[in-house]
């Protein structure tokens, strides 16, 4: 079987050779990235903010106004003026002019080939949060988004990242019950406005998967000023949650 699957992958390598997720040359892995894609893409590494995950410059801890310290790791400004509702955030990539078009092709393209490649990219950056987590949830498209469009981006991601991490994913346990317009170009106050009251959760399916006291991962694509991330973690922990996790392919950095 093992001979088989070799020859059967060689047979389709040569007939769709494996392609760079970026620019589309021939690669020679599945789900990769050519040198020069690659040097394109700006990864967010420590030093980080503790909670939100936003890539400090210099690891200066220390000399950061307000000087707290969450486990020995700095706050950001924001966190320490106001901490949000989520737990911890984190990030692949900072949203940039490379990063961005891999998610609109990803989001308005048909590109769902690039699944894999982004799930692996927040599986790395994940660290340290798959181990905790008892379930993976997705930010939802509102139906009449989701009939458009075909497929919701993020239950693509937390799909595939639970068969990489084997935590349980559910992608209806959360909806949006208002089909909130654009959220590109609002600013910080307006963007909690639009999100305030959008989401819901489906109490039967909580019950069922066991979200009373359940440490949560929340999938989605990008994190701008974290209203929408904001807004799913508070009826998550209304409904019982205790951790709400945000895990991103990109960040907005300014």
């Known amino acids: 079987m093992a001979l088989?699957?070799?020859?059967?992958?060689?047979g389709m390598d040569a007939i769709l050779p494996p392609r760079c997720g970026g620019c589309g040359i021939i690669t020679d892995t599945t789900h990769a990235v050519c040198a020069d894609c690659w040097a394109g893409l700006r990864f967010i590494s420590a030093p980080h903010c503790a909670c939100c995950g936003y890539p400090f410059e210099l690891d200066d801890s220390a000399n950061i106004p307000g000087?707290?310290?969450?486990?020995?790791?700095?706050?950001?400004?924001?966190c320490l003026q106001k901490k949000p509702v989520f737990d911890r955030a984190r990030a692949a990539l900072v949203y940039?002019?490379?990063?961005?078009?891999?998610?609109?092709?990803?989001?308005?393209?048909?590109?769902?080939?690039?699944?894999?490649?982004?799930a692996r990219w927040?599986?790395?950056?994940?660290?340290?949060?798959?181990?905790?987590?008892?379930?993976i949830v997705p930010v939802p498209l509102h139906r009449r988004r989701l009939l458009n469009r075909r497929y919701n981006q993020s239950g693509l991601l937390a799909a595939s990242l639970s068969r990489m991490t084997g935590v349980p994913w559910d992608g209806l346990i959360l909806g949006r019950k208002r089909n909130t317009r654009?959220?590109?170009?609002?600013g910080?106050?307006?963007?909690?406005?639009?999100?305030?009251?959008?989401?819901?959760?489906?109490k039967d399916r909580a019950g069922r998967c066991g979200l009373d006291g359940a440490r949560v991962v929340l999938i989605d694509d990008v994190l701008t000023t974290g209203a929408t991330a904001n807004a799913?973690?508070?009826?998550?922990?209304?409904?019982?949650a205790m951790h709400v996790s945000v895990i991103t392919v990109a960040r907005v950095v300014r």
């Open 188 to 202: 910080p106050s307006s963007r909690k406005r639009e999100v305030g009251g959008a989401f819901a959760i489906d």
């Open 182 to 186: 654009s959220l590109g170009g609002l």
């Open 96 to 118: 940039d002019d490379h990063s961005r078009d891999y998610l609109l092709r990803f989001k308005h393209a048909d590109r769902t080939d690039l699944t894999p490649l982004l």
């Open 4 to 10: 088989l699957r070799t020859v059967g992958r060689i």
């Open 122 to 135: 927040l599986f790395q950056c994940g660290h340290g949060i798959w181990d905790q987590a008892d379930v």
């Open 67 to 78: 000087g707290e310290a969450v486990d020995g790791q700095a706050l950001c400004g924001n």
């Open 232 to 240: 799913c973690a508070r009826v998550l922990k209304q409904s019982g």
